[in-house]
């Protein structure tokens, strides 16, 4: 049971490398998201989609791109990477709250993002 | 504007002992869940429990309850017994009906002291 998983955990970049955080669910989910967390801090909204083919910015969507082409996927993409990226991106994702649905937001483990 | 405030940014607590952690929020819906999450050093964010608004009954999993009083929009998290494992950053969240946005407070440190 996988929920959702995210690719790298862990990835270093020099100042205007680009590169892209990998998110997949497993849980047919209609709605997906990008956090970022910042040291001792708590969760900002970047990008979110609410199913394949639609996306809108959240709170802090510059220096990001993201694509829904599918409802499993769901790519972050930094371009030229700035030291104020460096972060802990969350990828997450929840149902429509429908029938037994609880309303849970699943995360993945998190990618730690370090721009040098 | 719907928000989340935990008012506590850090406390602590000895082993075994209990331990309340406060949440308001601010809402003019009136069909919403309420969460609490858990994220230890490993960052891993770990559901701990959800309470439906329209449900009178306080939540409970295992050590951890809620005290939830709609009318007053607080949503309280309480920990028995707690134990080391329980440190870690809880944060405290809502999700209005038909909607897909979830409001996150600032979360609150919890360190369990030995």
């Known amino acids: 049971n996988a929920g959702v998983t995210q690719t790298p955990k862990f990835r270093i970049l020099k100042i205007g490398q680009s590169m892209t955080l990998q998110c997949t669910q497993d849980m047919n989910h209609n709605y997906m998201y990008w956090y970022r967390q910042d040291p001792g801090m708590g969760l900002k909204l970047i990008y979110y989609?609410?199913?394949?083919?639609?996306?809108d910015k959240g709170e802090v969507p510059n220096g990001y791109n993201v694509s829904r082409s599918t409802t499993e996927d769901f790519p972050l993409r930094l371009e030229l990477a700035a030291p104020s990226q460096t972060s802990v991106y969350f990828c997450?994702?929840?149902?429509?709250?429908?029938?037994?649905?609880?309303?849970?937001?699943?995360f993945g483990e998190g990618s730690r993002l370090t721009v040098l | 504007a719907q928000t989340v405030t935990q008012s506590q940014p850090e406390m602590s607590v000895q082993e075994a002992e209990t331990v309340t952690l406060s949440c308001t929020y601010d809402t003019s819906e009136n069909n919403y869940y309420l969460f609490w999450y858990k994220q230890p050093p490993s960052r891993q964010m770990i559901l701990v429990i959800r309470q439906e608004a329209y449900k009178q009954q306080n939540a409970t999993e295992n050590r951890f309850s809620v005290n939830f009083q709609k009318a007053a929009k607080s949503f309280s998290l309480k920990i028995s017994d707690s134990q080391l494992g329980d440190t870690a950053m809880y944060f405290c969240a809502f999700r209005t009906s038909g909607t897909y946005k979830y409001i996150f407070g600032t979360g609150t440190r919890l360190k369990v002291l030995a």
């Open positions: 997450a994702s929840s149902s429509r709250l429908a029938g037994a649905e609880t309303g849970e937001l699943f």
């Open positions: 989609s609410v199913g394949a083919g639609i996306t």
